[in-house]
T-cell receptor, first 115, second 108 residues
Framework: DAGVIQSPRHEVTEMGQEVTLRCKPI?????LFWYRQTMMRGLELLIYFNNNVPIDDSGMPEDRFSAKMPNASFSTLKIQPSEPRDSAVYFC?????????????FGPGTRLTVT | QKEVEQDPGPLSVPEGAIVSLNCTYS??????FMWYRQYSRKGPELLMY????GNKEDGRFTAQVDKSSKYISLFIRDSQPSDSATYLCAMNDYKLSFGAGTTVTVRA
């Protein structure tokens, strides 16, 4: 299996621009998570989908952030408009509730820099 | 107060030493306790998990959970330079709560 795939791996953009991050979970996994990691705040859960349905978006920092999962094999995290404080590494992870829900498989991350 | 507290270190040890990492938590509903390892510029990967209280050993790694004290530990015996990474504790009710991560460097 290819594992969780994220794109792009690096993104540099200017303040005010729209940013879209993409994730392809592991085939067969029915839970998908978006995290943000910074030195100051560590690894924070932004939103969590189960069977393509958003279950908990309490970690989404503000209305500038939105996430979708149109099907079981694709999800996006969008930031519009982006701000310098959004600079972080964004991880997507997936897991299977049928097996070990606590074992999440992380993608390589997208390193976002907003100037 | 965060649900999961973990000293970020950094921790530097000579090769062959025992590495001791720990976390405390506040939510008594947590049942699964995990340690993830994250190499530089990579995503975290599950290293070990423990259900409820007790010890679990996997090769050079031992995880301990004391639910009465809300305290978990990870020990790495005979540490190797390849163990140099950030170690994050995590625990869950229906989602994972992560500690800040402890950065460990094993010197050759």
């Amino acid at each position: 299996d290819a594992g969780v795939i994220q794109s792009p791996r690096h993104e540099v953009t200017e303040m005010g621009q729209e940013v879209t991050l993409r994730c392809k979970p592991i085939s067969g996994h029915n839970s998908l998570f978006w995290y943000r990691q910074t030195m100051m705040r560590g690894l924070e859960l932004l939103i969590y989908f189960n069977n393509n349905v958003p279950i908990d978006d309490s970690g989404m920092p503000e209305d500038r952030f939105s996430a979708k999962m149109p099907n079981a094999s694709f999800s996006t995290l969008k930031i519009q408009p982006s701000e310098p404080r959004d600079s972080a590494v964004y991880f997507c992870a997936s897991s299977s509730l049928r097996d070990r829900a606590y074992e999440q498989y992380f993608g390589p991350g997208t390193r976002l820099t907003v100037t | 107060q965060k649900e999961v507290e973990q000293d970020p270190g950094p921790l530097s040890v000579p090769e062959g030493a025992i590495v001791s990492l720990n976390c405390t938590y506040s939510n008594s509903a947590f049942q699964y306790f995990m340690w993830y390892r994250q190499y530089s510029r990579k995503g975290p990967e599950l290293l070990m998990y423990t259900y409820s209280s007790g010890n679990k050993e996997d090769g050079r790694f031992t995880a301990q959970v004391d639910k009465s004290s809300k305290y978990i530990s990870l020990f790495i015996r005979d540490s190797q330079p390849s163990d140099s990474a950030t170690y994050l504790c995590a625990m869950n009710d229906y989602k994972l709560s992560f500690g800040a991560g402890t950065t460990v460097t094993v010197r050759a």
